[in-house]
Every structure is written in C-alpha cells, then in structure tokens.
C-alpha cells in the first residue's frame, strides 16, 4: 500500500513538472507564432490547437476503455504496434492522465490565450481598439464558438473512443512502434504485467 502511494505522489510531481515545461514551450510558441501573422491564420492556429487538444482527449479515453486482450492475439501474430497498444492498456491510468489532464488542459488554456489575441486583431482590423464594443461583440462570439467546439468535439471524441477503442489504440500501438524502432524513444517500459496482475499488487 506504501509503495502503491509512493509511485502515486511520484507520478503526479512527474506529470507536473512535464505539465510546466510542456505548457511554457506551448505558450512560446504559439505568442512567436501569433505575434507575427493576422487574424485568419491566428483563427486558423486556435481551431488547430481546440482539436489537438480534442484529438489526445479521444485517446485517453480510449486507453481506459480498451481491453488488453484483443492484442495478446495481434501481437502472437507480430503485428507491428500490438505490444506497444498492450503497453497502452496496461497503463491506462498514466496514459490517459497525460493525454487529458496534460495535453488536453494545455490546449485548453493557450486556446483561450490564443483566442484573446485573435479578438484583438479582427477587432482593430475593423477599426476598433482594445475596450470598444466591436471587440467586445467578437470576443463573445468566438469564445462562445471555441467553447462549442471543445465541448461537442470532446463528447464526439468520448463516443468515438469507448465504441472503437481498440482500432484508436492499436493505432496509436503503431505510432509508439514507430518511435521506439526508428527513432529509439521508449514512451513505457515493459513491465510483463497485466492490468489484473498490477491490480492485485496494490
């Protein structure tokens, strides 16, 4: 039970730190990359990073609704991503919080930031400066769209994951396959257990 808090705290000082560098980088940039085009290409890096943040949603989700057993056949069979998509399953609980809680909560708050300066510009493109009600009415509109998009993408995205979670994540499997073979990152190390074996332990 010690250990089992123990990795937990670990984790989570982990997932912080990651969280702090991921989220400053991000926030780099994204102000590099607005500070220095107009509104529509600004509009268009705001829905980019909504659906980022939409699309690792779907995967977390998808991790903690997969069963692992479907890849125990796929990867007797040696396909390519299978014992990665096991890995997956087997830390359901840490792949998801880093896709939802970590990249996910990310997007959403260099969305909004991104969102601000993108108001600002359409508004002053109109002839109106920070504080007029023109921005104020496209401030109001276009939070409103973001927020739509987050929220309908995100429940298309749950539906999605819990109905074809194991094609998502055997997909997923072949893109870690990928990264392990031709570029030598290792995402989780190969514990040999099974999410019931890790379950009994703690």
Sequence with gaps: MRNSWKKSINFSLTIAVITLVLAAIFSIISTWILAGVGWAIGMLIVFIIVFMGIFFDTIGVAATAADETPFHSMSAKKLPGARHAMLITRNADRFASFCNDVIGDISGIISGTASAFVV????????????????FVVSVVFTSVIAALTVGGKSIGKTLAIHFSTPIIYHVGRILYVLEVKLKIKVFPDNGKTKKQ???EK
Excluded: C, T
């Design 120 to 135: 600002l510009q359409l508004a002053l493109s109109f002839g109106h400066g920070e504080g007029s009600l023109v921005q």
């Design 198 to 200: 890790e379950k009994n």
